[in-house]
Structures are given as structure tokens and as C-alpha cells.
């Protein structure tokens, strides 16, 4: 197998973002979380790799030597260009880690230049002169300012970087860009040959992004946020490895049988619950009966083994702000959390036992839990059901014996019929 793009995420969330940007630009791509420890099976014909770590924070050195490793296990796939993914905002600290990753990974391919551009116009992340918009603020007015972990007080990026590496970063204007490829590609050239290590790019439409993506063939390391991945794709096409009418996001079929769990009580959720509750069996998990120590996921299991074959059933704690108010006053938020989380992490486990085939679970915490509990390493990223959120095929260990798909929610996404609409996206 050879893996056309190889790339790093300094988050999971941010992971999710790229892997879903490359399938819409038509590429077959995995997103794995962490670096595989075991030999591992991505499956067939995979164009690109994510691999989601969680260095946005973390020591540099630390930060440092997981990026190291990811590279390694990427080259060793075969991948011809690597993506060092970050977010649109560039969230990092005088120390790092997006300037200190970015070096150690040129130095590891030997390449001396590289670009920066965290542009994602869609979203309203722009670059003009260097400096980094949100919607129509500068970086350091935005809300990024007061980020608890990488506040963001100057837009400059060009300043930011430099303050976090060793070598030189130059400017690729707006005025260079709106010329087109050749032009970027001129710049790149002109500031390497001046000493300079790294280009930050600017970038303020769809359109721009595609002409860098295409002055960025002879680069072996681009960095930026997700926006950059709908302008590399056309390169690999250019040079003959990737189909031009390459589907992306065909799933193979899963088979089995169907559930839904609900972990987060955020809005959305809580009308989608309503919504599946009308029509399908349903399961209440009561934080108080788990914090009194009854076997809460042996009774939902019980319950769900003599209806599950009969179609989709829904298992949720998602309750009303009063209830949560409550159950929070009684027991604390972050021991309901936990022992909900550990609750619907083992039913996740019982019900694929129970030949669960196809598994919807909606809350970010929630589904961290269960992907943790089913041992799933990895995701092949498949059609989208609604924007954000795509079915999924678990890469995992041997806990999951049979192919399942999974659709991984984020508390807010998603209109109320997901849990409804959701099955029809898939092959049976
Ligand atoms: P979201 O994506 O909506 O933020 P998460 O799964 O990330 O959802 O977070 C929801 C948190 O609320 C989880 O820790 C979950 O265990 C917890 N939770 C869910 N239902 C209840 C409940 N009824 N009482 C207390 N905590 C709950």
C-alpha cells in the first residue's frame, strides 16, 4: 500500500477537520488516533493518513517527539508529502509548539523551506500582510485573546512563528497570490534562496488556497489548518496517482445490527433524542442509580438484548439543564460525567457483543469513552450525514471482532432527525 499524503494533527478535533476536508477534495483517507503502537490494517486503497495527536499543549519536547514518531510511521506507509495540521488560529505559545514541531519535522525530511497558512476562509479565518482575521477581527481582538491554555494577543504571524523557531520567516503577500501559482511559486524560491525557512501565505478565498496548494508540489512539509487540504489534492492528480473522479467516501458494508447512544446533553441532542424516542425503543440511564452501584449497563443490556434485532433502539443519559442542575448539585459534575461516560462505554462494548453492527454516539467526551472502551485505533472517514459528522469504519484491535460503523457527534451538531435520517447514508 502507498499512502499518498501523510498527516499530523496537534488535536483530535482538528484531525476530524482535515480527514473530512481530503474526502471532500476526493481523497480515501484514514484518521488514527495516536501513532499506531501495533502493525495495524488501514484496509484498501487509502490516499491519505491523519494522524491525530494531542501536542497542541503539551511540553515541546514531548510535543517534539510524538510529531518525530508519526512522521516515522508515515514514511514508513510510503506517504510522498507530509501536513503538519494546526488550527485556524494558530493556537500556540511564545514556546511553541507549532514553530519547534514544524523545524524538528524539516529536519527529520531534510527540507529547508516550508510555508505557513492557517487559512480557512470558509470559516472566516484569513491572511492578509501576515496578519490572521476572525471574521472581521484581528487575532489579538478576537475571543482568541483570552484562550486559557494559548492566548493569542498578536495577529502578526510572521512575529508569532519567529519568536518560536531558529530560523527565518518571510511573507508571501496577497498581491503575490492573486497572481496565481507560478507567482507563488517564484516567491518561495526568491525567499529560500535568501536565507528564509518559512513562508507565511496569504490567504483570503477558496480560490487562493488552491493556488498555493499547487505552489506547494516540491515542498516534502507543509504546515497550516485544514483549508490547505482542498489544495493539494489536485497536485496528486496533476501527477497522474490519484484518480480525477476518485469517490472518496464509499464505506464497504458493515452488516449488523443498529443502536444509538446518547451521552451528551447539549440541545441538539436533546431534541434528536426526543425525536428517535417517538418512534424507536428507548433506554434512560439514571446518574443516581449509578453513583448507588446497580449495574445500570447489565439492565440496559438486558433490555436491549430481546429488542435489538427488531431495529434501531436509542440508550441515553441526556437529560433537561433542571435534571442535570440536580444530578450535578447531588453528586458533582465530574463524577456524573465519569460514571455516565464509564456506563455508556461499557453498553457501547455489550451491544456490539450483541452483534451491534452500526453505532451512532452522539457527545465529543462521550465518544472519546467509547472508542477508548471498543479499542477502535482508527476511522476510515466515509459519507457525510450532516456537515461535521460522517459514518465512519473502525481500524481497531481484535475487541471489535466484526466491521462496525460508527458515527461520532459532537454534542451540537446535526438536525433533530439524525438519529432517524442517519442509516439511510450507509450501506447495509
Ligand atoms: P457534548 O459533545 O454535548 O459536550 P459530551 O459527551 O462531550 O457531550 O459531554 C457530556 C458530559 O455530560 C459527559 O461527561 C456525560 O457523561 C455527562 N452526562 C450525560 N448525561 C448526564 C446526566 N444525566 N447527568 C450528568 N452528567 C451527564
Redesign the pocket.
Known amino acids: 500500500m502507498t499512502v499518498l499524503l501523510g498527516c499530523i494533527a496537534d488535536d483530535f478535533t482538528g484531525g476530524t477537520d482535515l480527514a473530512g476536508m481530503l474526502v471532500k477534495s476526493g481523497m480515501r483517507t484514514v484518521h488514527l488516533i495516536g501513532v499506531p503502537q501495533d502493525p495495524i490494517d488501514l484496509g484498501e486503497n487509502i490516499d491519505a493518513v491523519v494522524i491525530a495527536l494531542k501536542s497542541r499543549t503539551t511540553p515541546v519536547a514531548e510535543a517534539v517527539a510524538e510529531s518525530l514518531a508519526a512522521l516515522c510511521w508515515l514514511q514508513q506507509a510510503g506517504c510522498r508529502q507530509f501536513y503538519f495540521k494546526y488550527c485556524s488560529t494558530f493556537d500556540s505559545t511564545p514556546g511553541g509548539n507549532i514553530g519547534p514541531v514544524a523545524e524538528a519535522l524539516m529536519h527529520a525530511l531534510d527540507s529547508r523551506f516550508t510555508i505557513a497558512c492557517p487559512a480557512f476562509p470558509a470559516n472566516g479565518r484569513t491572511i492578509y500582510k501576515g496578519h490572521l482575521f476572525v471574521g472581521d477581527l484581528l487575532l489579538s481582538e478576537s475571543g482568541m485573546r483570552h484562550h486559557p491554555l494559548t492566548p493569542m494577543t498578536d495577529s502578526s504571524l510572521v512575529r508569532v512563528l519567529q519568536a518560536q523557531i531558529k530560523g527565518k520567516v518571510g511573507l508571501t503577500e496577497y498581491s503575490t497570490v492573486l497572481k496565481g501559482e507560478d507567482a507563488i511559486r517564484a516567491r518561495f524560491k526568491a525567499l529560500q534562496a535568501a536565507g528564509y525557512n518559512f513562508a507565511v501565505v496569504d490567504a483570503l478565498s477558496n480560490d487562493d488556497l488552491m493556488s498555493i496548494g499547487a505552489a506547494c508540489t516540491d515542498l516534502a512539509l507543509v504546515t497550516a489548518g485544514s483549508g490547505l487540504a482542498l489544495g493539494l489534492p489536485q497536485n496528486f492528480r496533476r501527477a497522474g496517482v490519484l484518480a480525477d473522479d476518485q469517490v472518496a467516501d464509499s464505506l464497504p458494508p458493515t452488516g449488523g445490527l443498529r443502536a444509538v447512544i446518547a451521552?451528551?446533553?447539549?440541545l441538539a441532542?436533546q431534541g434528536q433524542v426526543r425525536a428517535m424516542r417517538e418512534v424507536h425503543p428507548s433506554f434512560h440511564?439514571d446518574?443516581f442509580e449509578l453513583a448507588r452501584g446497580r449495574d445500570v449497563p447489565g439492565a440496559a443490556l438486558d433490555w436491549a438484548a430481546s429488542r435489538i434485532k427488531d431495529g434501531p433502539l436509542l440508550i441515553y443519559?441526556?437529560?433537561m439543564p433542571e435534571?442535570?442542575q440536580a444530578?450535578?448539585a447531588l453528586l458533582g459534575?465530574e463524577r456524573?460525567?465519569?460514571l455516565?461516560?464509564e456506563a455508556?462505554a461499557a453498553i457501547a462494548r455489550g451491544l456490539v457483543e450483541q452483534g451491534v453492527g452500526k453505532l451512532i454516539v452522539?457527545?465529543?467526551?462521550?465518544?472519546g469513552a467509547v472508542v477508548l472502551a471498543l479499542g477502535v485505533r482508527g476511522l476510515r472517514i466515509g459519507p457525510e450525514i450532516d456537515p461535521g459528522v460522517p459514518w465512519t469504519t473502525a481500524i481497531s484491535n481484535d475487541t471489535v471482532k466484526r466491521p462496525l460503523a460508527l458515527a461520532l457527534k459532537?454534542?451540537?451538531f446535526g438536525t433533530p432527525d439524525f438519529f432517524l435520517k442517519a442509516w439511510s447514508k450507509l450501506a447495509s
Open positions: 451521552g451528551s446533553c447539549s441532542t440511564i446518574p443519559a441526556t437529560a435534571a442535570l444530578v450535578h459534575a456524573a460525567g465519569r455516565v461516560e455508556l452522539a457527545g465529543g467526551e462521550t465518544s459532537s454534542g451540537n
